[in-house]
């Protein structure tokens, strides 16, 4: 019997895939994780700075003046979709999400920014301000839409999570129905093709700290979440979380 379910559960899983899950028909079961979970046209740029003590406001205003220059030169081509610096959890830290139409967009920038005399010239002044920098090149999972502005000031807890090889598929299928239980408060959801393989950010906003407590306590009262998080529990290797605020130039307060 257990030989029988376990050959059985992969199908399962793969046949949901198949129909609209993930946003389009898959006809094989070997396509790339990108194809069976993500959106193609859409892809993010997380950058993410560790700022030494004593120099965040430095930071925060080289970043507010990179921001508009860095539109400038490549109008049309990529988009900020929020910028944060981290309140509880790791401190002085610092998320940007840049937003991409496609691939080829993302490699002309690269591109152009890497020979960019301006850009060379922030990132010199930057990287005296740092302790640590990385990037990480993402994809939108399709189940989660994309980052909507909010004018009203809130707060922004990003969870990340680091998944075991091989993963990516079960958890895009629990969360693409556990999801719809926390439509309202999704901002960001994606997973890594560039960077640390296997890992998935979902950044969620909440009203304040009281909200947040609220909704995720009523959570276990609607039907299939426990059954989300039974689920994909299992399938995490490390979890990490952290409250955020968003910064004065951020398109998303």
């Known amino acids: ?3 029988k379910l376990l050959t059985r559960i992969p199908q399962f899983l793969f046949q949901n895939s198949r129909r609209s899950l993930f946003g389009s028909k898959i006809e094989k079961v070997t396509n790339a994780h990108s194809i069976l979970l993500a959106e193609q046209q859409v892809l993010y740029e997380l950058e993410i700075h560790r700022v030494k003590p004593g120099c965040t406001s430095e930071f925060e205003k080289i970043c507010g003046d990179r921001v508009p220059v860095y539109m400038e030169k490549n109008k049309d081509l990529v988009k900020l979709a929020g910028c944060w610096r981290s309140e509880i959890g790791v401190l002085d830290q610092y998320v940007h999400l840049w937003r991409y139409k496609n691939y080829n967009d993302y490699s002309t920038v690269f591109e152009r920014l890497r020979n960019d005399e301006t850009n060379l010239n922030i990132k010199k002044n930057l990287s005296k301000l ?3 920098r990385e990037t990480q090149v993402c994809l939108s999972f399709t189940y989660w839409g ?3 502005s909010r004018t009203e000031s809130h707060i922004y807890e990003m969870r990340s999570y680091a998944l075991k090889p091989g993963s990516l598929i079960e958890w895009g299928n629990y969360w693409s129905k556990g999801i719809k ?5 999704r901002c960001a959801g994606m997973f890594t093709q560039v960077g640390p393989i296997y890992h998935v950010h979902h950044i969620w906003a909440y009203k304040d700290l009281a909200s947040r ?3 995720r306590e009523k959570m276990w009262n609607k039907p299939g979440w426990d059954e989300c998080v039974a689920n994909t529990v299992p399938l995490i290797r490390k979890m990490e979380s952290k409250i955020m605020m968003a910064l004065p130039y951020s398109p998303t307060k």
């Open 1 to 3: 019997m257990k030989n």
């Open 130 to 132: 740092v302790r640590r």
């Open 146 to 148: 994309e980052p909507q």
């Open 181 to 185: 239980n926390r439509l309202e408060f």
């Open 213 to 215: 407590k609220e909704s």
